[in-house]
């Protein structure tokens, strides 16, 4: 029995994984797959988004300066809200509002002082 690519419509042979002409993989990933790994994505993002958006006023907290490591908090939550789908959007978005809370805190404390 023949594979035959989706993208380039290639014949392979039966034990090819991936299409010997475009090099796209012949087994697609489930969606029950994709959907974990979204999952698993949004939380690894809040968490990062929280420690640098919300790092940057702990900083400033113990060792007086340093709160402009809060703006790297910013960077993941625009790549999620790049994605096509609607989930990851909208924790992106959430992740946004999260970081602009933070880097603003981490601001009125660096004039604070």
């Known amino acids: 029995m023949v594979k035959i690519c989706k993208y380039c419509g290639c014949e392979n042979q039966e034990n090819f994984n991936y299409c010997s002409n475009c090099g796209m ?3 697609q ?3 029950k797959d994709i959907i974990l790994n979204y999952k698993k994505l ?6 990062i ?3 640098f ?3 940057g006023i702990l900083l400033n907290i113990l060792f ?3 709160g402009f490591f809060s703006f790297i908090g910013i960077f993941l939550p625009f790549y ?3 994605s096509k789908d609607k989930f990851v959007k909208k924790h992106g978005y959430i992740q ?4 602009i809370v933070g880097i603003i805190l981490s601001i009125l404390l660096i004039f604070h002082y």
């Open 96 to 99: 946004i509002a999260i970081s």
């Open 64 to 66: 007086n300066n340093y």
């Open 53 to 55: 958006s919300w790092g």
């Open 49 to 51: 988004t929280i420690l």
């Open 80 to 82: 999620l809200i790049q």
């Open 42 to 47: 949004i939380i690894i993002s809040y968490i």
């Open 29 to 31: 990933k489930k969606e």
């Open 25 to 27: 993989p012949l087994i």
